[in-house]
Nanobody
Framework: QVQLVESGGGLVQPGGSLSLSCVAS????????MAWHRQAPGKQRELVAT???????NYADSVKGRFTISRDNTKNTAYLQMNSLKPEDTAVYYC?????WGQGTQVTVSS
């Protein structure tokens, strides 16, 4: 089973930016799609963005134009660049790969 470790969360003011990283163990990364999800307090976990093994991306409407998902198969790492952050982006962000979840990283957008 793959292990996923997210990093890069924190507190940022509205309009600011954060970059999240997700490092995967093992050899499943390069041959599988990756995804970022998030879960806000009192809400269900929701899909934020996906990226195929070849780099094709897809985004939730709520983050389209503000977030960018990318991957580096040589480093077994996926990224989520988040710009123009809003208070409603506050959540725990999780990466997902082939049935495995990371532990999550907290993103708080507040003035």
């Amino acid at each position: 089973q793959v292990q996923l470790v997210e990093s890069g969360g924190g507190l940022v003011q509205p309009g600011g930016s954060l970059s999240l990283s997700c490092v995967a163990s093992g050899n499943l990364f390069s041959n599988n799609p990756m995804a970022w999800h998030r879960q806000a307090p009192g809400k269900q976990r929701e899909l934020v963005a996906t990226i195929s093994r070849g780099g094709y991306t897809n985004y939730a409407d709520s983050v389209k134009g503000r977030f960018t998902i990318s991957r580096d198969n040589t480093k077994n790492t996926a990224y989520l660049q988040m710009n123009s952050l809003k208070p409603e982006d506050t959540a725990v962000y999780y990466c997902y790969l082939k049935g495995s979840w990371g532990q999550g990283t907290q993103v708080t957008v507040s003035s």
